[in-house]
Nanobody
Framework: QVQLVESGGGLVQAGGSLRLSCAASGRIFSINVMGWYRQAPGKQRELVATITSGHSTNYADSVKGRFTISRDNAKNTVYLQMNSLKPEDTAVYYC???????????????WGQGTQVTVSS
């Protein structure tokens, strides 16, 4: 019903930058919070950043000052600009969205398939 498609991952040297995008499509009435999470090998998935429909943002302490989350509500798309990347940022990055699919005031949680970000030292 709703698909989240991420793009923009890849391999970059430490200190470099990448920009991730995630576009939501399908049966969408509105989207509340959108966010990015990541999971490194052998670790639990963790929050990176979230943004509300009103553009209020929240960041993990580990990425504050380096990453910037933004969204285009008209395109149902969320972005993550990642600067000053470190090897410890290496992980699979997942997009997440709270989607209202009808007039009913019920939101469903959707995830993208993930995109690999690898930062070499």
């Amino acid at each position: 019903q709703v698909q989240l498609v991420e793009s923009g991952g890849g391999l970059v040297q430490a200190g470099g930058s990448l920009r991730l995008s995630c576009a939501a499509s399908g049966r969408i009435f509105s989207i509340n919070v959108m966010g990015w999470y990541r999971q490194a090998p052998g670790k639990q998935r963790e929050l990176v950043a979230t943004i509300t429909s009103g553009h209020s943002t929240n960041y993990a302490d580990s990425v504050k000052g380096r990453f910037t989350i933004s969204r285009d509500n008209a395109k149902n798309t969320v972005y993550l600009q990642m600067n000053s990347l470190k090897p410890e940022d290496t992980a699979v990055y997942y997009c997440n969205a709270d989607v209202r699919t009808s007039f009913a005031r019920v939101w469903f949680d959707y995830w993208g398939q993930g995109t690999q970000v690898t930062v070499s030292s």
